[in-house]
């Protein structure tokens, strides 16, 4: 059998942009060993760092510009080389690339419809035959959450929620009914979706999960974590948060729930995790949530750039040292050593529409602790794989004092069932035979060469 040519479209391959593009860099090599080749076209600089190490070929055709990312060579790439795929998937909404596919595509398929000129330089051809002109392939839209009515109900985002509007008004809904089929991350994103907008009519609806390959094993975690957290005690239980420092990611709910947490310890109850808040530092946000830190527990915070550990052991004992530590963004090893560190993941998100760190935390076996606004949170409650609560102070407070009373049988449980949840919901080699599943369900671009 041929193999299927998959084209991937996408704003940036940037690792700091979020989710969809690491969801790319998990499934292709999945899908290759399912016979899938796979090229990704981009609108990033073409020297950018973080390209030229994937094992994919990535067509980076320039930096976007404005609010749209627009760039005037991807509407030109596209017609030049839609042809060659069986089937394009567009990664994200409110962007040039959506819009683009969508012009580049009915572009073609009113030039296969259009006779051809006679032309003596071309070979001859039976009078009233047409000439053979390739169409394009039927394109899928993914929107990771991008469909999801929090972003144009939240206060913070009026502006943009207006903007998406207009572009939804304009443009987008064409992109979905035109569109082969919307691809879903989770049942609940595509419950979500249909209550967003007005003429909102996909052809088809398909939840094709998500996936991520097994993590590296844990080596080395202390002397890694020591390396950038080196204010973490040695053998103290730590409490992990890893993403964006975001008003969106409820951090604030997060801090002012671990100080009520500290402040209600005894001598008599059980000791109180260490917490971690990794992510970039350098927005206004995030500076905010140190002072907030240093505010509610003053001393007990550590900051980047980290200073050497001291060699008095008592300077960072667990009873008088810092206790919310902000190392900044974690990556590779050192992000690893984290997650296989701590003794749970915890994310009280306003909004996450799959949320791939709680996955990565699962399949390191441990428990996450996240709001009920995490879109695959009724995942993790049926596999009992974590604790769930409510996007608020009290439900974030609720969440860490009930995970901190747990006795060490049930929180063995959770830790047994976060890892089989990881197996049976979230291995990327499964969520790749579901999106090979729905791009079938399309007639191959017979016109390909």
Not at 176 to 192: K, Y
Not at 264 to 291: E, F, Q
Not at 327 to 338: D, N, S, T, V, Y
Request: charged residues 20%; proline residues 10%; glycine residues 8%.
């Amino acid at each position: 059998m041929e193999p299927m040519r998959i084209l991937r479209v996408i704003a940036s391959m940037d690792p700091s942009t979020g989710g969809p593009c690491q969801g790319i860099r998990n499934t292709v090599p999945a899908m290759r060993g399912a016979g899938c080749q796979t090229e990704v076209v981009c609108l990033d600089a073409p020297g950018s760092s973080f390209l030229g190490s994937d094992p994919f070929h990535v067509h980076a055709l320039g930096k976007g510009t404005g609010p749209l990312y627009y760039h005037p060579a991807l509407v030109p790439w596209l017609l030049s080389n839609l042809g060659r795929f069986d089937t394009v998937i567009v990664h994200g909404l409110w962007l040039w690339t959506s819009i683009a596919v969508r012009i580049a595509t009915q572009r073609l398929r009113k030039k296969a419809k259009r006779p051809a000129i006679a032309s003596t330089s071309l070979p001859s051809v039976s009078p009233g035959t047409q000439r053979p002109t390739l169409s394009p392939p039927p394109y899928f839209v993914m929107p990771h959450g991008m469909l999801d009515p929090w972003f144009q109900n939240a206060p913070e985002r009026r502006w943009k929620a207006l903007r998406n509007r207009l572009y939804w008004h304009l443009a987008e809904h064409r992109v979905i009914s035109d569109a082969e089929g919307v691809l879903f991350t989770c049942c609940r994103e595509m419950e979500l979706a249909s209550t967003t907008f007005h003429r909102y009519r996909p052809k088809q609806e398909i939840d094709v999960g998500y996936g991520l390959p097994p993590p590296p094993p844990a080596e080395s975690i202390q002397e890694s974590l020591n390396s950038r957290i080196p204010n973490l005690p040695s053998c103290h239980p730590f409490l992990l948060f890893l993403g964006r420092i975001h008003p969106k990611k409820g951090v604030d709910l997060l801090i002012r729930a671990y100080a009520e947490v500290y402040a209600s310890r005894t001598d008599n109850s059980a000791p109180v995790p260490h917490l971690v808040v990794a992510g970039p530092l350098d927005s206004d946000y995030g500076r905010k949530m140190i002072l907030l830190a240093e505010s509610l527990l003053p001393g007990k915070v550590s900051c980047p750039p980290p200073q050497p550990r001291s060699t008095d052991s008592g300077r960072h004992s667990s009873r008088n040292g810092p206790f919310i530590h902000f190392p900044g963004q974690l990556g590779g090893e050192i992000k690893w050593a984290a997650m296989h560190g701590c003794e749970a993941f915890v994310l009280p998100s306003h909004q996450e529409n799959f949320g791939i760190a709680v996955a990565e935390a699962l399949s390191c076996g441990k428990p996450v602790l996240i709001s009920d606004q995490v879109n695959i949170a009724p995942e993790i409650e049926a596999a009992r794989a974590g604790l769930v609560g409510t996007d608020d102070q009290e439900g974030t407070h609720l969440l860490l004092r009930r995970w901190k009373d747990l006795q060490p049988v049930e929180r063995n449980l959770l830790v047994r069932s976060a890892y089989a949840c990881f197996r049976a919901r979230f291995d990327v080699a499964s969520a790749a035979e579901r999106l090979l599943a729905a791009l079938r369900t399309s007639p191959p671009n017979a016109s390909r060469p």
